[in-house]
């Protein structure tokens, strides 16, 4: 009888560890920390976004990803042939939607970084400034003191926002493609 008891014993302890080893949603917990795993769905936007960025020619893998309902973190490392790793952000919904991707590591390639050299550019220049670099100004607003406009380039699939103060241009970045749309 103590064997019968004794198997009963384990199996249910071995049953209550596998358990332990999902959540209710099905994500694996692969930290001792507890945090979820992005969906597989975010995780694979991240990666295009960043492919995205130098024309598919980066070995990019995910680093780490923590499930949010509302967006999911998703690092990416990106290693260029013969060149330095980068490591970029990625804030996704969870059915794939990138809201915002940002590098965080390594320097941006010179052919990627559109919004180089923009600061302190007369805004009078701004508009045949971009047309000349293959943006087209897709809408904008103005607030008390800036002017803040979006530009799409539809060649290199970037979107970059360019904020405007005092007749110069104070701030250019790029955004998540999806604000182009």
């Given at each position: 009888?103590?064997t019968?008891?004794?198997?009963?014993?384990?199996?249910?302890?071995g049953?209550t560890?596998?358990?332990?080893?999902?959540t209710?949603?099905?994500?694996?917990?692969?930290?001792?920390?507890?945090?979820r795993?992005a969906?597989?769905?975010a995780?694979?936007?991240c990666?295009?976004?960043?492919n995205?960025?130098?024309?598919s020619k980066y070995d990019v893998?995910?680093s780490?990803?923590?499930y949010?309902?509302?967006?999911?973190?998703v690092?990416?490392?990106?290693?260029?042939?013969g060149?330095?790793?980068e490591?970029?952000?990625?804030?996704?919904?969870?059915?794939g939607k990138?809201?915002?991707?940002?590098?965080?590591?390594?320097k941006p390639k010179?052919?990627?970084?559109?919004?180089a050299?923009?600061?302190?550019m007369?805004?009078?220049?701004?508009?045949?400034?971009?047309?000349?670099?293959?943006?087209?100004s897709?809408?904008?607003?103005?607030?008390a003191d800036?002017?803040?406009?979006?530009?799409w380039?539809?060649?290199s699939r970037?979107?970059?926002?360019v904020?405007?103060?005092?007749?110069r241009v104070?701030?250019a970045?790029?955004?998540a493609d999806d604000n182009?749309r």
């Open positions: 009888m103590t019968a008891i004794k198997i009963t014993v384990l199996t249910v302890v049953l560890l596998a358990a332990c080893g999902t209710d949603l099905g994500y694996s917990n692969k930290e001792s920390s507890g945090s795993q969906t597989s769905a995780e694979s936007a990666m295009a976004a960043v995205r960025q130098y024309g893998r995910v780490s990803s923590e949010s309902e509302a967006n999911s973190l690092m990416v490392d990106a290693n260029p042939v060149g330095m790793t490591r970029w952000r990625c804030l996704v919904s969870n059915d990138v809201q915002d991707l940002s590098l965080t590591q390594g010179a052919s990627q970084s559109s919004s050299n923009l600061v302190g007369r805004a009078g220049s701004l508009d045949a400034e971009m047309a000349g670099r293959g943006f087209k897709i809408g904008g607003y103005k607030t800036a002017a803040v406009t979006t530009w380039n539809a060649g970037e979107c970059l926002s904020e405007t103060r005092q007749g104070s701030k970045e790029t955004i182009c």
